[in-house]
Each structure stands twice: as C-alpha cells, then as structure tokens.
C-alpha cells in the first residue's frame, strides 16, 4: 500500500520552505438597495483604503446616496460629466484610459460623494501618495465588475448605496486558534518522535537489527551538510515560485495532496492500530493486509482529493487543508531526524536568515517594493502593474489569478461570520515552516530525553516555543504587520535549549547527540544477557 510509505525529504524540501506571516485584509461593504416596492436590498464587497476616507462603521450611520452608471464614459475630462450632472451622485466608472485620481477629481468637481471604479481585475486597496491630488477628498473606492453587473439585474437601475466599514472586534480569535494548532502540533510531533525512539531501543536486541536500524534512520537524517544545501533548495525553491508562480504553484499543490494523504494515513494508522477489535486481514501476493487500513487509505485520499477539487471554495475548504496541513506537519516532525544539537542551530539559524531575507530585505530588490515572502503568501498574479505607487492591479486571467500556495494554517477572521463575509474571507496564517522547524528541535529533544532518561529538554523547549509564538502575536499587534515568526522562535527556542543543556552540565553530549552512546549501552547489555553465545562466536 503506496500510503504506508514516510515522505521523502526531496518532497518536504519544496513544502515545508515557505516561511509565510500572519495577514489581514482591508475590505468595506457596498449595501444597494432598489427602488422597488417591496425594496430588495444586496450587500457587495468593496476595497478602500481607510487612511484616505473614514467609513462609518454601521449601516444605521451610512448616508444613502443615488448610484449613477458611468462606465460608458472615461471621465477624464470636464466635458465627459454628463447634461444632468453628477451631484451627490456615487458614480461607477471603469478602470483604465487615465489615472483613478484623476477621475475622482473629476468627479469632485462635479459635485459627486463618492467615485466607485469597477474592475474585472483582483485588486488591492489602494495606498500610497495623494501629494499630486491633494485636493481630492471625496470617497474612492474599488469594486468587482462582475458585481456591479449582477447589482443591475438584481435591483434594476435606479439603485441607491450605502457604504460603511464593520468595525473589527478588539480581540482576534484567530491567534488563540492558530496558538493552540502550532504548539499542539510541535508538541505531539515531538512526543510522538520519543516514542519511536523508545520503541526502537526496547526492540532492537541483536547486532544485525542494529545495522538495518541505523539505515533506514540516516536516511532521514540531516547531517550539517545536508541542511545547508536543503536551505539553498529553499532559496532556489522561493526565487523560482516568485518569477514561475502560475505555473509551479500546480506543481506544489500536487505535491501537497499527495504528501498531506499520506501524512494523514501514518498519522491515523498509528492511532486506528491501537484498537483491537475490526482486525480482519486478507492475503495479497503472499502478504497479510488489514481491510480497515485499506479504507483508511481511501478515505485520506478522498479527502485530499475534495480539498484539491474545492481548494478554492472559501467557506470551508480551510478546515480540510488544517487538517491535512497538521497531519502533514505531524508526519515531519516525527520522520525526519536531526542527529545532534549542531545540526538543530545550524539548520534553525539559517532558515531564521532566510526567513529574515524574504521579508524585509526583499523589498528593497524587487521592482513593486512588496517582499517576495509577502508575494508568495498572498498570491502573485501574472503582468503585475505599478500605478504611480497607488494601486497595484493584476490582470485578470485563466491561468492563476487566484490559486494559493497550501503550505499554511488558515483560520478565518470572525467577519466571516458576519456581513463582511461578502468579501474574500480575510484570514490569519501561519506558515507550515514556522511549525516544522522548531518542531524538529523539539522532537530531538525528546530524543534526548528518551535516551538520557528525563523529560527536562521536552518540556522547556516546548514552552520555550509557545512563549515564541505567544511573543510574535504581541509583536503583530503592536505593529499591525505580518511578522516572520522564526524571528522569535527561533531564539527563543535555541536558547532555552541551550541554558537546560549548560545547567545539567550536558552541553557536549547534547552537542553531539548520545546515539552513539545508546548503541554502546545495547552492546554490553546484549553480551551481557547472552555470555555464553558471545563467548561461542568468539571461540569460533
């Protein structure tokens, strides 16, 4: 059964790199009514930016203002304001033919509230400088073309608006949640680690089981070596999504359904083989299979394969890729092994610079000023365009306009629960990596403990880990930005790790790893259980 296969390194190696931050959206709601009896009524979602004009944040406290179609019209020109005028009209033009402010000014000029600009393109809010329209004070905002047709033949053309901005709740739920799946996952991944070690120490009894043993855990094994060109993979990895996206971003998500599957089956195999009962077994080319297993691993990949169908579907195709995103995680951090403490800092350490790299040096190399991280986490789109540093529009097109990179845990803000679910549903993510890279610290130190006997290394580094994250969200509120969460991980991490190693005078053999030591210890207890076989061979 191709599911009960570990991932290989080369597959987590394109996955687990994408080191994304939290991110947040800024969206406002578009409520038209028509005129008819009895009045029907539509909400849409509506993109502005909130350091230009302040919404109301009720519908109550919203103006009605009476909508006027001029999507036929530039409105580049005085001359392109029509006979009757636009006065306390909100006016709805196409994008294109001159700058957006320049037809706001337009439009203020002609006495109108409000400047609507549709467009069948994605966009983001619009920011950057006024200094050339300083004179513009009226309201700009930015919605879907698509929209603004079904707004016609839903409420006709006499149609009347208002516009508001649902305040955000002042606590975000989303951090606790995302909190809560980080470090249980880290934490589980780790624990389950130190019982395939314990496992594997209490099985092995034999010179030859040994050697196979020792196989099959170094290919899995991340020697110094090992980690630094899987970090250039990741830099390479990283470069080539930012320049290929349309094409490679299918490529990651055929890899991320057929790793998650077979993450998800390790992950509920080892749970369904503790239960007793239901174990009915049938004979394939002379080998005994489990019929519950065989439904489990058609179950993982009918799920895998849903997510990969609705992937796009925003109502609830995130818990499924949570849930493949965790069992995914999970599968990591108890498969691959770091040998020693060295391996940890240096495969942490550089990842904590690669992760600092695409974030905030970035901007300063790439052409829009976005940093490549930021890109990839939200979704570059083909033909990118700056507009004067004040709107950057992707083009609308078959090809990628809206695939995301699967390598986060998503968790909807609650106005997914509210009106502004009308918009794209803004949510909180964390990047697969900032849970695997710490978690394969913590697993080692599990390891540790398992061999040394104690829980001390375990415990530490896994609170040491949630005080990272808990710190990372106070960091993200004070600066309203999205932070690369290895940033405080990381040390947080390492140094906890470090001080529990140097108070219990262990610091060389935590360094080096005791796996040698381990080895010693089952030799002189095997020749000590079996004296006399031991003195058979040697006579032979």
Not at 62 to 76: D, F, H, K, W, Y
Not at 271 to 299: A, H
Request: overall charge neutral.
């Amino acid at each position: 059964m191709g599911l009960q296969h570990p991932l290989t390194p080369a597959a987590a190696a394109l996955l687990w790199g994408f080191l994304l931050p939290l991110t947040a959206a800024q969206e406002a709601i578009l409520h038209a009514s028509g005129n008819d009896m009895p009045s029907p009524s539509k909400d849409y979602c509506m993109l502005y930016n909130p350091y230009w004009t302040a919404l109301p944040s009720t519908l109550e406290n919203a103006t009605s203002i009476s909508l006027m179609n001029l999507t036929t019209t530039p409105l580049c020109n005085l001359s392109d304001i029509p006979p009757d005028g636009i006065k306390n009209k909100a006016v709805v033009v196409q994008w294109g033919t001159c700058h957006f402010l320049e037809k706001a000014r337009i439009a203020q000029t002609g006495g109108a509230e409000a400047l609507l600009v549709a467009n069948n393109s994605v966009l983001f809010p619009p920011s950057g400088n006024k200094s050339e329209f300083h004179d513009v004070k009226i309201l700009i905002a930015f919605i879907n073309h698509k929209d603004f047709k079904d707004m016609k033949q839903t409420l006709g053309d006499n149609i009347t608006v208002k516009m508001y901005s649902p305040s955000w709740p002042n606590f975000d739920y989303t951090m606790v949640v995302i909190f809560v799946i980080a470090v249980f996952t880290v934490a589980l991944g780790g624990y389950w680690s130190g019982l395939i070690e314990l496992e594997s120490m209490k099985a092995v009894t034999n010179t030859e089981d040994r050697e196979m043993r020792k196989k099959k855990e170094e290919y899995f094994t991340f020697s110094p070596l090992t980690v630094v060109i899987f970090v250039v993979i990741c830099c390479i990895m990283m470069v080539l999504l930012y320049f290929f996206y349309k094409w490679l971003v299918y490529v990651m998500i055929a890899i991320f359904c057929i790793a998650s599957a077979m993450s998800l089956y390790n992950c509920l195999a080892a749970l369904i083989q503790k239960i007793p009962c239901g174990q009915c077994m049938i004979m394939c080319r002379g080998k005994s299979i489990e019929v519950r297993l065989i439904f489990l691993s058609g179950l993982c990949i009918a799920i895998a394969v849903v997510w990969a169908v609705f992937r796009n579907e925003d109502r609830w195709a995130w818990i499924l890729q949570d849930i493949l995103g965790i069992a995914f995680c999970l599968n990591l951090i108890k498969t691959l092994k770091l040998p020693n403490f060295k391996s940890c800092v240096i495969l942490l350490s550089l990842l904590l610079l690669y992760d600092v790299f695409f974030v905030f040096i970035t901007p300063f190399i790439t052409k829009n000023g976005e940093s490549i991280m930021v890109e990839l986490a939200a979704g570059p789109f083909g033909n990118n365009e700056k507009n004067d540093g004040n709107l950057v529009e992707a083009t609308a097109q078959p090809s990628a306009p809206h695939e995301k990179l699967p390598v986060v845990i998503r968790v909807p803000k609650l106005a997914y629960f509210s009106v502004m679910s009308v918009c794209l549903m803004p949510v909180s993510i964390l990047g697969f990596g900032d849970i695997i890279v710490p978690g394969l610290l913590i697993a080692y130190c599990r390891r540790f403990d398992v061999q040394a006997g104690s829980s001390i290394y375990y415990v530490s580094s896994t609170v040491a880990y949630a005080v990272g994250m808990i710190l990372t969200f106070v960091v993200l509120v004070l600066m309203k930005k999205g932070q690369p969460a290895l940033l405080y991980l990381v040390p947080c991490t390492l140094i906890t790790a470090s001080v529990v190693a140097w108070r219990r005078k262990e610091m060389k053999k935590f360094w080096k790893g005791n796996g040698y030591q381990m080895m010693d210890h089952l030799d002189s207890a095997t020749n000590e259980e079996n004296p006399v076989t031991a003195g058979e061979q040697s006579v032979q």
